[in-house]
């Protein structure tokens, strides 16, 4: 419930990452819940459309399929419209 939080923290990792090597699956995840909530406060699809484009993310990668469950998860459980 608390939006504000995770998008200041959202953009205090965009911030603090920026240039860096990122560690992919932290970035997924981070992405996914900052998408999720964003969706829930808005309700505009363009974030329903990037959390599509992380699942497709996910499912080319073996390695992150701890990570696509977890989409998976919060998409059922918040009912978005994927």
């Not at 560690?23 to 819940?33: G, Q, S």
């Not at 964003?38 to 699942?55: C, G, H």
């Amino acid at each position: 419930g608390d939006h504000e939080g995770i998008q200041e923290c959202y953009k205090r990792y965009e911030k603090l990452t920026a240039g860096t090597s990122k560690n992919t699956e932290n970035d997924v995840t981070i992405k996914a819940i900052y998408y999720t909530s964003q969706w829930q406060s808005t309700q505009r699809k363009q974030y329903v459309e990037k959390l599509q484009a992380m699942l497709k993310k996910t499912n080319e990668n073996t390695k992150l399929k701890n990570v696509e469950t977890m989409i998976r998860d919060m998409i059922q459980y918040f009912e978005i419209p994927v």
